[in-house]
């Protein structure tokens, strides 16, 4: 999702959506430890940035 998209969401739904892609992360990054293999690693990294993307624009509404 790029920065773009994530700045024509509303407050909630930023939230929400922060929440949901922070918990499928922390779920594959405990698949990861665990051994179990993880279908696209890359996707881990993708995930991550999202979510700081996402938080960033959450921040910068709050900074105004």
Not at 20 to 31: G, H
Request: proline share 2%; charged share 45%; net charge positive.
């Amino acid at each position: 999702m790029k920065a773009n998209e994530v700045r024509e969401l509303g407050a909630d739904e930023l939230a929400q959506r922060i929440r949901e892609k922070a918990k499928e992360l922390a779920d594959m990054r405990l698949k990861h430890k665990s051994g179990s293999a993880v279908d696209k690693p890359v996707r881990l990294r993708t995930m991550r940035r999202e979510v700081a993307r996402m938080k960033t624009v959450q921040n910068e509404r709050r900074a105004k």
